[in-house]
């Protein structure tokens, strides 16, 4: 193989990743399959089960086609299996003492290799041709359709897609692309998860979810708290014969797809992430403070003054040095003050009044602004907010008295 021949496999390579997995790049400039066959395949908006089985099918057959596409460039360009002379005694690798049987190999393996490729081109056309007779009845989008059809009449299926098409027009449906080649869909009475080659449904009056694992992962190598948290839920149709799928999202979208949903999401105890942007705020506000010093305090026997449930365990006090990040001192007005306010509040009620108080475009750097105090108004920022613990105990004075009587 020389160089030209591996650049070109390289490059044939990048090329069949792209259009399976088109990047963000690709979908701005409009170089995906979807966009490049819009006119064949229709709008979305007006026909959406008819759309997803035109593009499921146009998607499978512009697949099957690469193979054959790389083998076809390939012959045409550089033909090195072609024509295969046999190599002179002299030309002997004395590290490879089998030339001609390894040469064989190849050359069958490459011919194998080839008409599998034209076979994928001729099969996968019958394929789709045998899903389109009867107005795409042998589809299996609409085989998992006809399974909800009534009366169990699987002609009816035609029903079943005209409701969702109507439920999908309307504009509180939540939609979410969870990855180049999958989204999931909700709408008043479906839950719609689409992928490459079929489409999944489940109807919420008869579906359960449950939460199967939640992964984090750290982003930056050198802020332990910028994390991205997964979470794993599966979705499982109670219908016969309609098979569970799985919905990989964000965390942060759980708290949106659950408010669109009309059946609860099980979450298993053992099971913790964040729900939305202020949990994870109050997690990081939390392991912050928690690298405050200590602030000693008498026991508070009080509630929380805003959730009236936790004791009060922080003080803001102020510790902050006013200077910004290069070291040039802060003006008066941005500058912390002290608060000489009781302990009142607990930990996580603090975080979330200091979040509420930020700007939702700013949420990178949140932790580094400021917020008044929600009684005084006294201003302080996150290194300000100390845990509370009780002053340690005086050391006990021996009683004069009885070492008196002793003597």
């Known amino acids: 193989m020389d160089e030209s021949e591996l650049l ?3 490059f044939y390579f990048l090329l069949c990743m792209v259009i399976i ?8 400039l409009g170089f995906t399959i979807e966009q ?8 979305e908006y007006q026909d959406f089960v008819g759309y997803h089985l035109r593009r499921t ?18 012959r045409l360009k550089f033909s090195v299996f072609a024509t295969q002379e046999p190599l002179e005694e002299s030309d002997l690798d004395p590290d490879f003492p089998m030339p001609q049987e390894a040469v064989a190999f190849k050359t069958l393996t490459w011919k194998t290799a080839q008409r599998f490729s034209v076979l994928a081109v001729l099969a996968v056309p019958a394929l789709i041709f045998n899903w389109h007779q009867q107005n795409w009845r042998r589809h299996p989008i609409n085989k998992t359709l006809s399974k909800y059809a009534n009366n169990n009449n699987p002609g009816n299926y035609r029903t079943v897609a005209s409701d969702i098409a109507i439920e999908f027009r309307r504009p509180e449906i939540y939609k979410k692309k969870l990855n180049s080649i999958s989204t999931v869909i909700a709408t008043d009475n479906w839950l719609i998860k689409t992928t490459m080659y079929n489409v999944h449904f489940a109807h919420q009056s008869n579906t359960t979810l449950s939460v199967a694992k939640a992964e984090t992962y750290n982003i930056s190598q050198h802020d332990q708290n910028d994390t991205l948290q997964m979470i794993s839920i599966v979705v499982k149709p109670m219908r016969q014969g309609v ?23 099980a979450i298993p105890s053992d099971i913790q992430f964040h729900r939305s942007v202020i949990d994870r705020f109050v997690d990081v506000f939390k392991t912050q403070v928690a690298l405050n010093p200590m602030f000693n305090s008498e026991p508070i026997t009080d509630k929380c003054f805003a959730c009236m449930l936790a004791e009060p365990n922080i003080k803001i006090n102020k510790q902050c040095v006013d200077v910004n990040r290069q070291g ?26 200091f979040a509420a108080r930020q700007s939702d475009v700013d949420r990178e750097v949140w ?15 996150v290194l300000d907010v100390s845990y509370i613990s009780a002053p340690a ?6 009683d004069s008295q009885g070492s008196d009587s002793s003597l």
């Open 243 to 265: 098979s569970d799928f799985h919905i990989r999202i964000n965390a942060l979208e759980f708290r949106n797809l659950e408010d669109r949903l009309r059946r609860p999401i």
């Open 367 to 381: 932790l580094e602004q400021k917020c008044t105090c929600p009684m005084c108004r006294a201003k302080f920022c």
């Open 393 to 398: 105990a005086a050391p006990a004075q021996p």
């Open 328 to 353: 040039v001192p802060l003006t008066d007005e941005a500058c912390c003050s002290n608060c000489y306010c009781r302990p009142m509040w607990c930990v996580e009620c603090l975080a979330r009044w």
């Open 36 to 43: 490049l066959f819009s006119r064949l395949l229709g709008e």
């Open 8 to 10: 070109f496999n390289l």
């Open 21 to 28: 997995y088109p990047p963000e790049e690709f979908s701005r």
């Open 57 to 74: 099918s146009l998607n499978l057959f512009v697949h099957s086609c690469l193979p054959f596409s790389y083998f076809l460039i390939h």
